[in-house]
């Protein structure tokens, strides 16, 4: 069993005894995604400790999608819940890269890749070098948004 899924359940049994009703309901949301992931699909499989982060990347984005949907929709109590449950679940993932550490990978992954004259046309090859350096530590559309800005 991967050690961050043995982590989760045990902060589950933590917040339950210390009351803390945020981070029990987002951990127990956290481990019915991961029981989700684990049997979806023909067969089950245990996942490991990188798919699990792949798991919380996700629950987290829709968490922040979900906060800007409630403050656009003028529900700023639903907003609140969903940033708090979004903070709970950056405590489980890997430290999130600045913006100018991100620069640096796509700027060396068009360098790998030649693609500095290509323009546009050359977003897949550099998003495909630059995606597993990043997986879990930076937002998609933030790494997106670098690589369209470098290659023009």
Do not use: H
């Given at each position: 069993?991967?050690?961050?899924?043995?982590?989760?359940r045990?902060?589950?049994?933590?917040?339950?005894?210390?009351?803390?009703?945020?981070?029990?309901?987002?951990?127990r949301?956290?481990?019915?995604?991961?029981?989700n992931?684990?049997?979806?699909?023909?067969?089950?499989?245990?996942?490991?400790?990188?798919?699990?982060?792949?798991?919380?990347?996700?629950?987290?984005?829709?968490?922040?999608?979900?906060?800007?949907?409630?403050?656009?929709?003028?529900?700023?109590?639903?907003?609140?819940?969903?940033?708090?449950?979004a903070?709970?679940?950056?405590?489980?993932?890997?430290?999130?890269?600045?913006?100018?550490?991100?620069?640096?990978?796509?700027?060396?992954?068009?360098?790998?890749?030649?693609?500095?004259?290509?323009?546009?046309?050359?977003?897949?090859?550099?998003?495909?070098?630059?995606?597993?350096?990043?997986?879990?530590?930076?937002?998609?559309?933030?790494?997106?948004?670098?690589?369209?800005?470098?290659?023009?």
């Amino acid at each position: 069993m991967s050690s961050l899924k043995d982590r989760l359940r045990a902060d589950l049994t933590a917040a339950i005894k210390g009351r803390d009703e945020v981070r029990s309901s987002t951990l127990r949301m956290v481990l019915t995604a991961v029981t989700n992931a684990e049997v979806a699909g023909k067969e089950a499989k245990e996942l490991t400790d990188d798919d699990i982060v792949g798991v919380l990347s996700s629950e987290a984005k829709k968490r922040r999608e979900a906060a800007v949907a409630f403050e656009d929709g003028n529900r700023p109590e639903m907003a609140a819940k969903e940033r708090a449950e979004a903070e709970v679940l950056a405590d489980y993932l890997p430290q999130q890269l600045s913006v100018e550490e991100i620069a640096e990978i796509v700027t060396a992954a068009v360098a790998q890749v030649g693609a500095a004259g290509e323009g546009m046309r050359a977003m897949g090859k550099v998003m495909g070098v630059v995606q597993p350096q990043v997986k879990g530590r930076a937002d998609g559309a933030a790494v997106a948004a670098e690589v369209r800005r470098q290659l023009g």
